[in-house]
């Protein structure tokens, strides 16, 4: 993403496309300095150069991807269908779970009207009777090929619902509701916009293996762009509360406008809270320490946690802007607790830290979906009380009332991550990156962590024998 030579629109136009993707803060920051640059005072050209220069390291390459990860669709299956059929190339959407869905239906007609949600190989296919009573002309071994090609499309109509849904709770997680937000009211604020894909950008980096926290995505230049927006009369706060629900925002916002925010965390709380039971169910987890055990889909697990407790921490900000903060004493669902990697929690103990203070409150808590489908009580006294028994401060912590703001963070260039460790160059992270290197298995081709020089990994790691573990 160059900005070399845009004009403020075009600037303007980009920065808003990124909201959907994992683009470096140093690139946002060097798209806002064409954006609004013109508009700055010395001080802040300078604050806001400093970070956008970090965009022309090595050359501006990063071996890190600039998106997430995009759901591969069902072109493959619905080729094959086509082929099968004899259908022409046109009629259906391969990256559209709906258009599948329908394209399924049109096959299943050809079969003898077959329910594209009862596509069992056993006990839903027409045998020859069936099959002539329909006027299928088709032998068995025909008629099976293309059911079996119907199952396909539909199968994949439903892993890709699921895939599209992850996608858009990853973006959730890391950026709340950015990926919404209308160009036309982005391109009409440009202070607002500005420090919405700048935020945005500090959210979304990736966490780095480390015993010391993420930094505060709010930082020097965020806090910079916010100031202008506070100076700014017709700042839209609306579109800043997408991303940064915090006390003083919404309470720029309307009553209905914070009614509007309430209800969207709250479905999207809902929403998350059922896929965490899904694959809280379907694995074994230990409740107590939630170290990663061998089958835990940590992921997918980890992507879940994120966008719940997202929407949790912006939900109970907004019922507290609202006045209605009183409703946590008839419920209040706790937060979800992230999986962690065997050999990062090894690597705690061997510092002489331990498990996080919030996993005590997590595993005396009734468990949060259960309380969302009201199988459940969990009030906020009962939390308090777990916070209590666990020494951790309930309201500092955000377990009944919103977390208070951090220092201003300060800004660093983005490091090159593979697997969350820190190394020095985007060169060396695709070589280690392609080798599996702190992938948690063997590297490939013989290779040995031994064999990576010193000074290529720059960030702090345990040693071989604390991740013996797990």
């Not at 079996?148 to 992850?166: C, I, P």
């Not at 020494?391 to 660093?412: E, K, L």
Request: hydrophobic residues 45%; charged residues 25%.
């Amino acid at each position: 993403m160059s900005a070399a030579g845009l004009s403020a629109e075009d600037a303007l136009i980009a920065l808003h496309e990124s909201l959907a993707q994992r683009r470096r803060p140093e690139e946002a920051a060097h798209l806002v300095l064409r954006a609004v640059g013109n508009q700055l005072g010395i001080w802040e050209r300078m604050q806001l150069g400093r970070g956008a220069r970090a965009t022309s390291r090595w050359n501006g390459w990063s071996s890190m991807s600039t998106d997430f990860a995009h759901p591969v669709g069902g072109g493959r299956q619905v080729d094959a269908a086509r082929r099968l059929f004899d259908l022409p190339p046109d009629g259906v959407d391969p990256d559209d779970p709906t258009s599948l869905l329908d394209f399924t239906l049109r096959l299943g007609e050809s079969l003898g009207a077959v329910d594209p949600h009862r596509l069992d190989f056993l006990r839903d296919r027409l045998n020859r009777e069936a099959r002539s009573a329909a006027g299928i002309e088709l032998s068995k071994r025909q008629y099976n090929r293309r059911f079996r090609v119907t199952q396909r499309v539909a199968a994949k109509a439903g892993r890709l619902t699921t895939e599209q849904t992850k996608r858009q709770l990853t973006i959730v997680a890391r950026a709340g509701f950015a990926a919404g937000i209308d160009r036309a009211a982005f391109l009409a604020d440009p202070w607002a916009a500005s420090f919405v894909a700048y935020f945005t950008a500090k959210r979304k980096l990736r966490r780095e293996f480390t015993l010391s926290g993420r930094d505060n995505p709010y930082d020097e230049i965020a806090d910079l762009l916010f100031r202008r927006c506070l100076s700014n009369p017709a700042t839209d706060w609306w579109m800043i509360a997408q991303v940064h629900p915090t006390p003083q925002v919404l309470a720029r916002l309307s009553e209905g406008q914070r009614g509007e925010l309430l209800g969207r965390w709250w479905a999207t709380m809902r929403q998350v809270a059922a896929l965490l039971k899904q694959v809280w169910s379907a694995s074994r987890f230990d409740r107590a320490t939630m170290v990663v055990r061998r089958g835990n889909d940590s992921s997918t697990w980890n992507l879940l946690c994120g966008a719940y407790n997202t929407a949790r921490g912006a939900w109970i900000a907004t019922l507290e802007a609202s006045g209605s903060i009183g409703l946590l004493e008839a419920s209040c669902p706790g937060k979800a607790m992230m999986l962690i990697a065997a050999d990062l929690a090894a690597w705690h103990r061997s510092t002489g830290g331990g498990l996080h203070p919030d996993m005590g409150v997590w595993a005396r808590l009734p468990l949060p979906w259960d309380v969302l489908d009201g199988a459940a009580t969990c009030t906020r006294p009962e939390v308090e009380a777990a916070c209590a028994d666990a020494g951790v401060d309930p309201v500092g912590s955000g377990w009944v009332a919103p977390r208070p703001a951090g220092a201003v963070g300060a800004f660093r260039p983005t490091p090159e991550l593979v697997h969350g460790v820190s190394v020095a160059d985007p060169v060396w992270a695709s070589v280690l990156r392609s080798a599996g290197a702190f992938s948690g298995k063997a590297m490939k081709g013989g290779l040995d962590r031994a064999h990576i020089p010193a000074d290529v990994v720059v960030s702090d790691l345990p040693e071989p024998t604390g991740q013996a573990e797990g």
